[in-house]
């Protein structure tokens, strides 16, 4: 399993930027995709999920009518769309996939840095 993000950068308070999480190594559209984030001296946090078909998403109430997760089957790949971006918003993106059968585990791509500063 290989989860490779992109898309990351620095931009001001209020501006956008569309994360990209590109996976291999597994039936991507059988798995619901998730994620995260980590910022400095912080725990990390589900940021939005979304069910393998794509019908589900759910968000944190910090990011909810703010931040958009999507995702393309067909190219693997999944999406996060941040919108009226906020410095608190500032950490470490991570993509994240539980993967296997009756037995779980989780796998993490090497993460993607968001900076929101003027």
């Known amino acids: 399993v290989q989860l490779v993000e992109s898309g990351g950068g620095l931009v001001q308070p209020g501006g956008s930027l569309r994360l990209s999480c590109a996976a291999s190594g597994f039936t991507f559209g059988n798995y619901a995709m998730s994620w995260y984030r980590q910022a400095p001296g912080k725990g990390r946090e589900l940021v939005a999920s979304?069910?393998?078909?794509?019908?589900?998403?759910n968000y944190a109430d910090s990011v909810k009518g703010r931040f958009t997760i999507s995702r393309d089957n067909a190219k693997n790949t999944a999406f996060l769309q941040m919108n009226s971006l906020k410095p608190g918003d500032t950490a470490v993106y991570y993509c994240?996939?539980?993967?296997?059968?009756?037995?779980?585990?989780?796998?993490w791509g090497q993460g993607t840095q968001v900076t929101v500063s003027s």
């Open positions: 994240h996939v539980k993967v296997g059968g009756f037995i779980l585990y989780n796998y």
């Open positions: 979304i069910t393998s078909a794509g019908a589900g998403t």
